[in-house]
Nanobody
Framework: QVQLVESGGGLVQAGDSLRLSCAAS????????TGWFRQAPGKEREFVAA??????????TYADSVKGRFTIFRDNAKNTVFLQMNSLKPEDTAVYYC??????????????????WGQGTQVTVSS
């Protein structure tokens, strides 16, 4: 059984940083693409970032709204995917979810293509 557990959310001020973690059990997280999504109140869940199986500096994918501020990376030894979030803005406030999928090919930005989801972690950015 695949389980994903997010952590690292919290309340910060605009301009601060946070690092979210997504710890996996039941599968080797590096064997499948993993994505981060977020959902703000009253809005649809949206894509944030994704890391493919063959991870390199130019293989990760980001939403335009976070490009240059967020970085997704993986620690295979810890079976964990991270989302480093810098220069946070109030509009980044949302519940952040990590997800993984059975299919390995892209694109990676459709939530419907992901099969396993964590419970989410709240990120609140005050102005």
């Amino acid at each position: 059984q695949v389980q994903l557990v997010e952590s690292g959310g919290g309340l910060v001020q605009a301009g601060d940083s946070l690092r979210l973690s997504c710890a996996a059990s039941g599968r080797t997280i590096s064997s499948y693409p993993t994505g981060w999504f977020r959902q703000a109140p009253g809005k649809e869940r949206e894509f944030v970032a994704a890391i493919p199986i063959r991870w390199s500096a130019d293989s990760t994918t980001y939403a335009d709204s976070v490009k240059g501020r967020f970085t997704i990376f993986r620690d295979n030894a810890k079976n964990t995917v991270f989302l480093q979030m810098n220069s946070l803005k109030p509009e980044d406030t949302a519940v952040y979810y990590c997800a993984t999928r059975r299919s390995v090919g892209g694109p990676y930005y459709y939530a419907k293509d992901y099969d396993y989801w964590g419970q989410g972690t709240q990120v609140t950015v005050s102005s």
